[in-house]
């Protein structure tokens, strides 16, 4: 089992930023791909960003790409997801997953991963 531990959401201005970790702690020896979606009220869940077990690739949602960047400390046990030029549309519960790391990784489709953390609000003003 793995426990997963969203931190760093808050209220912020347009154009500011905010940097979001995830804490994975349990079987944290196992490798994870780690990926962040989001869900905005009366919306569904989307992706955001993923990054591969051992950081060498990384993906984006279009609407994030340019703005956001995923990161990981493996050493940790921690992703991280530094979101700069935030916007109101940015507004959402923030949740990071973990995948075991094997082929096929569909990294947009939810039903990839295998553990997911509680999330944590992000709200961005106007």
């Known amino acids: 089992q793995v426990q997963l531990v969203e931190s760093g959401g808050g209220l912020v201005q347009a154009g500011g930023s905010l940097r979001l970790s995830c804490a994975a702690s349990?079987?944290?020896?196992?490798?994870?791909?780690m990926g962040w979606f989001r869900q905005a009220p009366g919306k569904e869940r989307e992706f955001v960003a993923a990054?591969?077990?051992?950081?060498?690739?990384?993906y984006y949602a279009d609407a994030v790409k340019g703005r956001f960047t995923i990161s990981r400390d493996n050493a940790k046990n921690t992703v991280y997801l530094q979101m700069n030029s935030l916007k109101p549309e940015d507004t959402a519960v923030y949740y990071c997953?973990?995948?075991?790391?094997?082929?096929?990784?569909?990294?947009?489709?939810?039903?990839?991963?295998?553990?997911w953390g509680q999330g944590t609000q992000v709200t961005v003003s106007s």
């Open positions: 997953a973990a995948r075991f790391a094997r082929t096929g990784w569909i990294v947009g489709n939810e039903n990839e991963y295998d553990y």
């Open positions: 349990g079987r944290a020896r196992i490798s994870y791909d």
């Open positions: 990054i591969n077990w051992g950081g060498g690739s990384t």
